[in-house]
C-alpha cells in the first residue's frame, strides 16, 4: 500500500510508479484525512510506501497531521519505505517520518530520494523546458534505481541531499511564516472556474462572487492553486508571474 502526496504531480508519479511496479494500490493521504478513514491492517500487505514532496527541508503540514494520526496493525511488518521527491535538498524530512512512526511501532526499512524540478516558485524559476525536461527525465533513471531497491527489499538509507536535522529544523521553522495564505494573491484575469478550490488539499478556498478566497490564515502551501489555475490568476508575491506553472508531465489532468 501506498500513501502519498502530491500537488504537482511529481510525488504522484514515484507513488504510482511504484503501485504499478508491484501491482499495489495507492492511498492519497488529503482524501484518507477529509474521510476519516486513518486505521489499516497491513498485515497482508506487500509494502508500506509513504511518498511525499519536501517543504523547507521537513514535512508538508498535512503529511505530517497523516502520520501522527494514521494507525498501522500487523502481525508482521511489512517492508516499510519512504521516498522524498525534492528540488534542491531534502533536508530532514525522512528523519522525523522515521521518528514520528517509529514513536508509534513502525520502523522504517528504507529512506529514498527522487530529485524533480522545485515548484517553490517564489525562488526558482520553471520556464525553461529544456531544463525541466532533462530533470525530469534525470528523476525517471533515479525513480528506475530506487523501484529495483524496493523490489530487492534493500535496508538502508539511499539519499545524498539529506541535512542533519538540527539544521534542518532552523530552515523549517520559517515554512510556518511562509504557508500564511495572505501571502497569495488572485489576479484581475481570474474566471472563477473554481478549479482551485476544487484541487486544494485541505479545503482552504472557497469561491465567492466568482473568486477564489482563502479560508484559513494557513494552508500546507503546496501551491496547487498556483500551478493549476487555467489563466495562471493566482501568485505568491512578485516572482511567481515570472517563473511559470509546472505539472509533472507524467501526471496530465
Ligand atoms: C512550500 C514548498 C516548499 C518546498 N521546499 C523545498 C525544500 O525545502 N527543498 C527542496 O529540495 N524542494 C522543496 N520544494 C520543492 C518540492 O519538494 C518538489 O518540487 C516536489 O517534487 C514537489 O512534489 P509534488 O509535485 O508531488 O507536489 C518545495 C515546494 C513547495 C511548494
Redesign the pocket.
Known sequence: MIF???????????ARSIAEANDDRLAYIPDLLTSGELSFDVSGEKMIGF????????L?TIVEDFLRRVELSFEERPYTFFV????????A?TQVAERILKDKGVDMDASYE?????????V?DLTNEENISKRVKTADEKLEEVMCQIASRSKGVFMK?RIPEFISKM??SL?EK??RTENLTVEEHCTGCGRCAEFCPVHAIKMCDGRPEWTMDSC?????CL?RCPSFAIQYGDKTKGHGQ???PH?PE
Open positions: 502519498y502526496f502530491s500537488a504537482t504531480g511529481n510525488s504522484e508519479h514515484v511518498v511525499s514532496p519536501t517543504y523547507y527541508w521537513g508538508p522524498a521527491t525534492y528540488g534542491t535538498k531534502n533536508g524530512i527522487v530529485r524533480m524540478p522545485d515548484t517553490w516558485t517564489p526558482f541531499d530552515f523549517y515554512y511562509a504557508r500546507v502551501m503546496c501551491l496547487g500551478h509546472y505539472i509533472n501526471c
